[in-house]
């Protein structure tokens, strides 16, 4: 298993604020561990310590639309 850059690295208020936005953002829990460099668990684990809900709302990711035009060769 390959070891993500923060590995150990204590959470700064910065990253705490990253996670609220992304999590706000509906983004997906994996994507957030691959953007911030942690893993799933790991992002579990501090949005339980802080009271983040990392549950997907009712709505689409926040890219889903553009991510499908991408695959179909759109813009």
Do not use: H
């Amino acid at each position: 298993m390959k070891k993500r850059k923060n590995s150990g690295k204590r959470w700064t208020s910065a990253d705490i604020e990253k996670l609220i936005e992304l999590a706000k953002g509906n983004t997906p829990t994996g994507l957030i561990a691959y953007k911030m460099g942690r893993t799933k668990n790991a992002i579990n684990s501090k949005a339980q310590d802080e009271k983040i809900s990392l549950k997907p709302t009712n709505k689409s990711p926040y890219d889903r639309k553009y991510s499908n035009s991408k695959k179909r060769g759109r813009k």
